[in-house]
């Protein structure tokens, strides 16, 4: 993103007022150095982009977002997970992840009408009740693969995909789009757990890019309605070109410009 921008990715310890004198915008990934962002706030508007809220060392992070008045969210709700807002407040947007397929990749025809790969990328601990999943797969007569977070091309690989893990209110409510985004630019179509930002992804590519459930035995109803009607997997499928598109690196950095325009101007 940092690329896409015209900008530079690197660690604060490497970085010195002198590199950023001329910076419209300072992004803080996950975790900032206080004394830095103190000492930077006569620089430029410097935002704290919070990824996932800590659910351990809460007082610690808490005391990272009130070093901030402006933060990058996975959602609207995740404001409510942040602590005790500075005295003068927050200024938040909502920008979602780009997707990663860069190469425009889109399902096969003859993969669309007889799919033989359930697939989901990630570390396996995220997805919750795996070997009840991949026995179900199995079941229905298709192969499991679960591939490493690094490995994205095996989204390539894949003709279903799944994401899952147990209700969990702060989890649910601020964790980002990316599985679905990924499946949906690759024209997978997907059955996942209910997730604000999965809800948010889907009603903005007009409904209808993958399934959600909200409990196990729906969400295994649910992968057995992908494996067994094609029709859904085409309606589903269709939403992959726009995806591809809406969820680019390229539209996510017009995203940032507009925020950091917004705050520059001020």
Known sequence: MAAALSGVCLRHRFAGRGALAAAPAIFWIVEADLDR???????????????NPAVENRETFYKQCRAFRHLILNTESTVHFLGDAPHDGWKSWVIPHHHCNFSNFQLAEDRLEKPKVVGYVGDPVHLHDTDIIRSAVEALGMKFLNAPTAKLAAYQEMDIGVAWTRRDTQRDLT???IKLVNFAAHGIPSVLCDYESYRSADAALGGGACLIRDSLADFL??????VTNEDLRRKINQKGILAQTQYSVAAIADRYREVIAEQTAL
């Open 37 to 51: 962002v103190c000492a930077w706030h006569d620089l430029a508007p410097q935002f704290f982009d919070v990824i």
């Open 175 to 177: 964790r980002s789009n």
């Open 221 to 226: 109803e649910g992968l057995r309605e992908l």
